[in-house]
């Protein structure tokens, strides 16, 4: 199975938007849940958001609530992450991931087949 591909991530200002992109092949991606995590440098892999195959149900990490929103095109096998109102602590590089333990959506142990990660930085 092929691994995902991130895309979209840049430099922004603070206040500013991004759309991240994961592009995923279908055996990968079909009937799967999906996440997203990032991880700033020097601290752990942290939650961002996910969302269950059927598109109709998603998760959240409080300290995007309100600015991120989560989607997916079973059509394309993409997911996607609209980021809005960034904060420099946004920064980081953002992965997109798929579920394939049962159980709550943060942990990263319950994810496999993970991307390579694209960049996301928030100027202040």
């Known amino acids: 199975q092929v691994r995902p591909v991130e895309s979209g991530g840049g430099l922004v200002q603070a206040g500013g938007s991004l759309r991240l992109s994961c592009a995923a092949s279908g055996s990968t991606f079909s009937n799967y849940a999906m996440g997203w995590f990032r991880q700033a440098p020097g601290k752990e892999r942290e939650f961002v958001a996910a969302i269950n195959w059927y598109g109709d149900r998603t998760w959240d990490a409080d300290s995007v609530k309100g600015r991120f929103t989560i989607s997916r095109d079973n059509a394309k096998t993409t997911v996607y992450l609209q980021m809005n109102s960034l904060k420099p602590e946004d920064t980081g590089i953002y992965f997109c991931?798929?579920?394939?333990?049962?159980?709550?959506?943060?942990?990263?142990?319950?994810?496999?087949?993970w991307g390579q990660g694209t960049q996301v930085t928030v100027s202040s």
């Open positions: 991931a798929r579920k394939v333990y049962g159980g709550d959506y943060d942990g990263s142990w319950r994810y496999d087949y």
